[in-house]
């Protein structure tokens, strides 16, 4: 079965500084990995996603994520946050053939 | 931005109510989705399609209904609305695996509240 987990409900940075917004995963196979965000009263927004190739792929609005295959794991960072990045981060894996499992999601608060 | 479109963005309706909530894609994607949220929560998806004529159940039970009759089009109705179905639903939309199979595009959202 697949599984997300995002260990942190919540995420606090000051603007400026960089983040890091967790993500590890359980799958059948090879991974596609994706990440979401979403501000109030809108749907999801993709950002970024791993397939194949290099494990380091960078997305929208100068995100970029890191597929760790060892530790499971597809971290979201950003070198210097803004107070615009404030919203819901969701993960999703999904195998081959299934459907999206997405995270529970992460509030990302960055303080002015 | 996705070509893919949810109306009414807000519905306020009366508890018994038949409703209908639209989607539509113009990318020509084999697969939908219904996913149902509350305020900043989590996504449970609630029913899906592979392509016409095929719907499944997803992993929340759901008294809503879905139909595809048409690639670009995926309505979800509920027949009788009760307050507990107040809630966020959104549609969303995937190609296939011939496709590409690759991320999934979402609608904005319809915000529905039965009173």
């Known amino acids: 079965a697949q599984s997300v987990a995002q260990p942190e409900d919540q995420v606090n940075v000051a603007e400026g500084n960089p983040l890091t917004v967790k993500c590890t995963y359980s799958?059948?196979?090879?991974?596609?990995l994706f990440w979401y965000v979403q501000y109030p009263n809108r749907g999801l927004q993709f950002l970024l996603k791993?397939?194949?190739?290099?494990?380091l792929v960078k997305g929208s609005y100068g995100f970029e994520a890191e597929f760790n295959k060892s530790q499971t794991s597809f971290h979201l960072k950003k070198p210097s946050a803004l107070v615009s990045d404030s919203a819901l981060y969701f993960c999703?894996?999904?195998?081959?053939?299934?459907?999206?499992?997405f995270g529970p999601g992460t509030r990302l608060s960055v303080l002015p | 931005e996705a070509d893919i479109y949810q109306t009414p963005r807000y519905l306020v309706i009366g508890t018994g109510k038949k409703i209908t909530l639209e989607c539509s894609q113009t990318?020509?994607?084999?697969?939908m989705y219904w996913y149902q949220q509350d305020p900043g929560m989590e996504l449970h998806l609630i029913h899906y399609?592979?392509?016409?004529?095929?719907?499944e159940k997803g992993d929340l039970s759901s008294e809503s209904t879905v139909s595809r009759i048409r690639t670009e089009h995926f309505p979800l109705t509920l027949e009788s609305a009760r307050p507990s179905h107040t809630s966020q639903y959104l549609c969303?939309?995937?190609?296939?695996?011939?496709?590409?199979?690759?991320?999934?595009?979402f609608g904005q959202g319809t915000r529905l509240t039965v009173v």
């Open positions: 969303a939309s995937s190609p296939g695996y011939s496709q590409g199979n690759t991320e999934a595009f």
């Open positions: 799958v059948s196979g090879n991974p596609y």
């Open positions: 791993y397939i194949t190739g290099d494990n």
């Open positions: 999703a894996v999904r195998g081959y053939g299934q459907n999206f499992v």
């Open positions: 990318m020509g994607h084999d697969k």
């Open positions: 399609s592979y392509g016409v004529n095929s719907t």
